[in-house]
């Protein structure tokens, strides 16, 4: 037949008679063509055979690949690490006082203020102890609060450390007063009435220890804060730890 291409398909003959034995038969598969007008250029009869349907207007058509379907790798349910936070502890101060120069032998130790002034000279001492620190100490602060009956200051005054934390609040006083030559931590800008401010300690309270400061001024502009006598206003030392 001419103009048809055909693929022959494995065929099994089987011849039955009523006297004769089943006789099987396999023809082996094998392509051909058979020759038919208007075969594509280049075609011979001994070409694989190709079906009308493959076949596109200007030859053999041709399939674009497909993708193969991307398989996802196994997914973590893990969630991501996250930094803990850490604890902030805040100790009340266990003493605190001002002496003034020219009542040298009087003790204010009882007073609801502690003052910093250079004229008269008023120095503050405040006292903290702390225990049952956990983890690394990562930020210590002086809280001070400004009284509420007086104006505020250009100047804060400045923090040191103090050595000698065996001070006593009831009997400290300008003479006999324990030195205040510590190093520098901190100095307070202008301050307003009634308002907290931070005096950053961190530099010395690395754990459980008691520890004095002492605020020192040369400016003739005085400030008050609250004393741990006035309540709950009185100075704080808040410290943070990371976790241990």
Request: hydrophobic content about 40%; proline content about 7%.
């Amino acid at each position: 037949m001419t103009g048809i291409w055909w693929r022959d398909k494995a065929t099994a003959i089987v011849a039955t008679g009523a006297a004769a034995v089943a006789t099987i038969a396999l023809v082996v598969t094998m392509w051909f063509v058979l020759p038919r007008a208007g075969a594509p250029d280049g075609a011979s009869p001994t070409s694989p055979a190709v079906s009308r349907a493959a076949m596109g207007p200007s030859g053999p058509k041709t399939t674009a690949p497909t993708s193969r379907p991307v398989v996802p790798g196994p997914v973590s349910t893990t969630p991501p690490a996250t930094k803990a936070p850490g604890r902030t502890t805040t100790f009340r101060a266990s003493a605190d006082a001002y002496i003034q120069v020219d009542q040298a032998t009087t003790n204010f130790g009882t007073a609801d203020r502690i003052m910093v002034d250079s004229g008269p000279k008023r120095r503050s001492l405040v006292k903290v102890t702390v225990t049952g620190l956990t983890g690394k100490v990562t930020r210590a602060v002086l809280r001070l609060h400004t009284v509420a009956d007086s104006p505020g200051s250009n100047n804060g005054g400045t923090w040191r450390a103090m050595d000698d934390t065996s001070w006593s609040e009831t009997s400290v006083a300008w003479t006999g007063r324990p030195a205040m030559d510590g190093e520098i931590l901190d100095a307070l800008g202008a301050v307003k009435r009634n308002t907290w401010y931070e005096v950053d300690v961190t530099a010395i309270v690395t754990g459980d220890a008691t520890y004095s400061f002492a605020g020192v001024t040369t400016n003739g502009d005085g400030v008050s804060y609250d004393s741990r006598e006035a309540g709950r206003n009185g100075p704080q030392l808040v410290i943070t730890t990371a976790p241990a």
